[in-house]
T-cell receptor, first 114, second 113 residues
Framework: KQEVTQIPAALSVPEGENLVLNCSFT??????LQWFRQDPGKGLTSLLL?????REQTSGRLNASLDKSSGRSTLYIAASQPGDSATYLC?????????????FGTGTRLTIIP | KAGVTQTPRYLIKTRGQQVTLSCSPI?????VSWYQQTPGQGLQFLFE???????NKGNFPGRFSGRQFSNSRSEMNVSTLELGDSALYLC????????????FGQGTRLTVV
């Protein structure tokens, strides 16, 4: 059974710091990996999608990497801002024909202290 | 470009009742997936529809069902509601299922009393 783990479960950092969120998965045969943010009581906002043939993706202050051999992905946030406070979730897609779905980690709750 | 739209946003139901939730995917997307989110279990996959066919189903009882229409809009139904069904129900749409980027709606918050 595929498992996705996110450590730490919660993180508080002062504004302006760079930070790294971690995601690990047990099955290296993933198709792609997607990072989301979720604000309290809201839906999920897609941040970055890394396809299995890629090593990283960047969007603004965000950079996500994927290492299938070690079963890890990281989300790097540069120059953090209070607006970055949210729960961050990673999810991977395993695509066996007719069996496509996302498996989510439990998330990291990030608080940026002004 | 309109995002994924879920209706209603909030629902309060009584145990034993049934409920229907609706999801309109992004225009052109043919895959719709449903997830249940609870504090204890996190995000769990319910089912996925593609071109009106259920392709994949999670480990939920038969009280949870769904369907997809020819315009890709999807509905999920929960019958004989239980207190434990209280959750945020999220719908995701993607172009071709799990192999492309998934976009989520704002969710429907269901409270069973």
């Amino acid at each position: 059974k595929q498992e996705v783990t996110q450590i730490p479960a919660a993180l508080s950092v002062p504004e302006g710091e760079n930070l790294v969120l971690n995601c690990s998965f047990t099955d290296s045969a993933i198709y792609n990996l997607q990072w989301f943010r979720q604000d309290p009581g809201k839906g999920l906002t897609s941040l970055l999608l890394i396809q299995s043939s890629q090593r990283e993706q960047t969007s603004g202050r965000l950079n996500a990497s994927l290492d299938k051999s070690s079963g890890r992905s990281t989300l790097y946030i540069a120059a953090s801002q209070p607006g970055d406070s949210a729960t961050y979730l990673c999810a991977h897609h395993i695509s066996n024909f007719g069996n496509e779905k996302l498996t989510f980690g439990t998330g990291t709750r990030l608080t940026i202290i002004p | 470009k309109a995002g994924v739209t879920q209706t209603p946003r909030y629902l309060i139901k009584t145990r034993g009742q049934q409920v229907t939730l609706s999801c309109s995917p992004i225009s052109g997307h043919r895959s719709v997936s449903w997830y249940q989110q609870t504090p204890g279990q996190g995000l769990q996959f319910l089912f996925e529809y593609f071109s009106e066919t259920q392709r994949n189903k999670g480990n939920f009882p038969g009280r949870f069902s769904g369907r997809q229409f020819s315009n890709s809009r999807s509905e999920m139904n929960v019958s004989t509601l239980e207190l434990g069904d209280s959750a945020l129900y999220l719908c995701a749409s993607s172009g071709r299922g799990g192999i492309t980027e998934a976009f989520f709606g704002q969710g429907t918050r269901l409270t069973v009393v």
